[in-house]
């Protein structure tokens, strides 16, 4: 019986855990990518992956800010006025890119957030294919927006996460 | 009558000198109905050791010792399959009700994540970039390119993200 205790208890801890950390979809595709490299005759050298972490993040908005302190004409510019808004709100961004294989990348990355449909679901306003975006979303905000861009020579995986709400989509799309 | 000898045999008997002949004398002895009364005293013990060589067993003994062996008689269990697999079928419960558990806790868990903030594992981050220029180059590009594709989507300005389920 004390066996059994102990079993559930861990067996309650390793639930906890497994809830609490969630990798974002980059981090996933690309350890779903190293799972099937030798299934699909991949390799590392075909993509490559841009990370900005949240301490990068904190780094680029202080920058944002002692540029508007010291030359206040700075913020004439409409773009960096736009994504100072929407910066405090954007966490990481992480980008994959690969310029072979783009098929076979591809189809892991729609696999992956079909498999995963009961967190990301597919942003489709007008009815179009593409561009690919998906949106994972808790409660009213966005927590993560991946965009895939397939293009004859190109693929690249955007994914952003931090807390997005609709005032952010509107700044967005002032862009 | 001389009973020196008697008495000399008595204190023989009291000391276990006495063969058996004697001491069958001295039962035969005790048979006499007119005793000396310093040797009457020890008549009952000779008329009790009379009485208990008479006792044999009796013809219904055989009987009810066999009837008692029957009794006691232990026969040997015939433990069918399902009993020998017995602890088998225990370990498979408490495993079946773990797994049951289990998957009920993930399913939970599943199915409330949307409910509940999901914390991304950034501490294994490590970033590409050590210049927050080119970092902030690259996510303005990023932030662009997420705004078209949006706008391509459908997406005006006055709307809001609903997603579709």
Known sequence: ????????????ATGFCKADVNEDFVGLLLSDIKAEQNTNNTSEEDYSCI????????????????DTEEDPAADTDTDKEHIKKILPHIKSLRIFNAQHNMDVYYNNALTLLNKNKNKYKVYNANGNETPCIWLRKNKDKVIEIIQINKQEDDLKVLNFTGDMTNDFVKELLKM | MDYKYIEQ????????????EEEQLLRDFYMQ????????RYRSLFEYEKEEANISLGEDFDEKVLSKIDETVVKAQRNTFSFRMYPFYRAAAVVAIIFTLGMAIQHSFSTSNEGTSPTYNYASYKDTYTDPQVAYEQVASALKEVSDGLRESGLQPEDSINIKN
Request: glycine residues 2%; aromatic residues 10%; negative net charge.
């Open chain 2, 33 to 40: 109905k007119n005793l000396p009364a310093n040797l009457e």
């Open chain 1, 1 to 12: 019986m004390k066996y059994i205790f102990c079993l559930f208890l861990s067996l309650i």
């Open chain 2, 9 to 20: 045999l008595l204190e023989r008997y009291w000391e276990c000198e006495t063969t058996p």
């Open chain 1, 51 to 66: 990370t900005i972490g949240p301490s990068m993040m904190e780094k680029v908005l202080d920058m944002m800010s002692n």
